[in-house]
């Protein structure tokens, strides 16, 4: 008997984690309406972002331990960061920056899972894995764009990226990585988005229609599964040979100057292209981003904010670990870190707001802890649960003010605690998600999202 595989006719090359398959359940089946936030645009700066040296200054701290940088004033009277956010404090009229996060538990005090607390806003660990704030809204809600994903991380090629997670949900709600080292190399593709080499589209389309004739009676099939797996093929089938999906992620097709905008180097491009996938209309997007090594960053393996050491040094914090952890990385006032982010962060607020999309876009600055508000015997902060700070704009968001507070140290929370689960219910709440409602299991057990999680008021 002659075997047919169903692959063999599709000359399927989609990067793994492009799914569509959503178990034949219906995408709008948690959504309530109320939301104010079409798409979402969260900015994950892994690592730890230190935030007494950026969002949240504190001049008075001991002088041993205080930052080095200075408190500016913004655009907003009485709203100051410090001198690492010029950009950024020209849009702060645009922000509501929220300094009184933090954790009620050491479980997330590492990078994976603090990295998956801050994806997911449930703790890890609990008796059913969690799945991504993004995938429990492209399972309930989908995406306005048919033509890619409707979870993308930008570009999600690193060591904390693998901390994802589609829990418990269908294969449909599982993000898709962009991948690239660096976007700003003008030879940058994603990678697998069009059909495999020796297959044309009229080849391509033969296919179909011979395996169309295989499958007649499975239309009409009151199996689940089958019919979710012929709707899957139909959809892979659009996406690949839709030209808008390679479009999508051409940063080419961007003027000079709005890309010079952004920062040329690779974070500023990956901000870019999250601002490309939302215009797509893409529901959920993160970017997830870190500068790579090369020529003029000797030494800059791992540039996340993990600044165990060093972290004023003007240059490399060190590639050989003989202190605290900190090689691989620049000191926060390096342009490969907060100089670059600083810059594309206002471009992308500025951007959006240009553009009539920031009011429709929950854009999200977040990092999955703060630094120690004192300095360590290596000249660097460590991890630190016990307060830091995150930012908010678009989509309602009220514009320069400022949520809670720390103490004269940044060390703990003083005024109106939030944790990363009343940021995962705000998300929700943002894009009318129904939290009363639940999500089941495979084995058809519910479980509730943020469901003892209050939405942060003040941006409401």
């Not at 791992?302 to 003007?314: A, K, T």
Request: aromatic residues 8%; proline residues 5%; contains cysteine.
């Amino acid at each position: 008997m002659l075997r047919v595989q169903r692959r063999s006719f599709l000359g399927l090359g989609m990067a793994g984690g492009l799914s569509l398959l959503n178990n034949g359940r219906s995408f709008a089946s948690g959504a309530t309406g109320k939301g104010r936030a079409k798409n979402v645009l969260v900015i994950l700066e892994q690592g730890g972002l230190s935030h007494m040296d950026t969002w949240d200054p504190k001049p008075e701290a001991p002088a041993d331990h205080r930052s080095i940088y200075q408190p500016i004033s913004t655009n907003v009277a009485g709203m100051q960061f410090t001198e690492l956010l010029t950009h950024t404090a020209r849009v702060a009229d645009k922000l509501t920056v929220i300094r009184s996060m933090h954790h009620t538990t050491n479980v997330a005090n590492g990078h994976p899972t603090g990295t998956q607390y801050a994806l997911s806003g449930e703790v890890p660990g609990g008796p059913v894995e969690m799945p991504d704030i993004g995938s429990v809204a492209a399972h309930t809600i989908g995406s306005r764009c048919d033509y890619l994903p409707p979870y993308i991380m930008i570009p999600g090629n690193h060591e904390q990226a693998k901390e994802t997670r589609q829990g418990f949900l269908p294969a449909a709600t599982k993000v898709f990585k962009t991948g690239g080292k660096n976007l700003a190399d003008p030879n940058w593709t994603v990678p697998n988005l069009g059909l495999l080499s020796g297959i044309d589209d009229r080849r391509f389309h033969d296919r179909r229609d011979l395996l169309s004739n295989l499958n007649v009676g499975i239309s009409g099939n009151r199996d689940t599964t089958a019919r979710a797996l012929n709707q899957l093929g139909d959809q892979a089938a659009g996406l690949l040979t839709n030209p808008r999906t390679q479009q999508a992620f051409r940063l080419q097709d961007e003027t000079d100057a709005t890309r010079e905008r952004y920062g040329r180097g690779h974070r500023g491009q990956c901000y870019l292209l999250g601002r490309r996938m939302i215009e797509a209309g893409v529901r959920f997007v993160t970017v997830d981003v870190r500068e790579p090594e090369t020529d003029a960053t000797p030494g800059g393996s791992n540039m996340n904010w993990d600044h165990h050491d060093y972290i004023y040094s003007s240059g490399s914090c060190g590639t050989v670990r003989n202190a605290a952890g900190g090689e691989g990385r620049y000191g926060i006032g390096h342009w490969v870190m907060m100089g670059s982010t600083d810059r594309a962060l206002a471009a992308l607020i500025s951007d959006l707001d240009e553009r009539g999309l920031l009011d429709e876009t929950l854009v999200c600055f977040v990092t999955e802890f703060g630094r120690t508000p004192r300095m360590n015997y290596f000249q660097g902060r460590d991890h630190w649960v016990h307060g830091y700070s995150i930012a908010m704009a678009g989509a309602g968001v009220p514009g320069g003010q400022v949520v809670g507070a720390t103490d004269r140290e940044g060390g703990y929370v003083q005024d109106r605690p939030y944790t990363p689960n009343d940021y995962a219910a705000t998300i929700y709440e943002k894009l009318g998600i129904d939290r009363s409602q639940p999500l089941y299991t495979p084995s058809n057990r519910p479980v509730f999202i943020a469901h003892h999680a209050t939405p942060i008021a003040e941006v409401m």
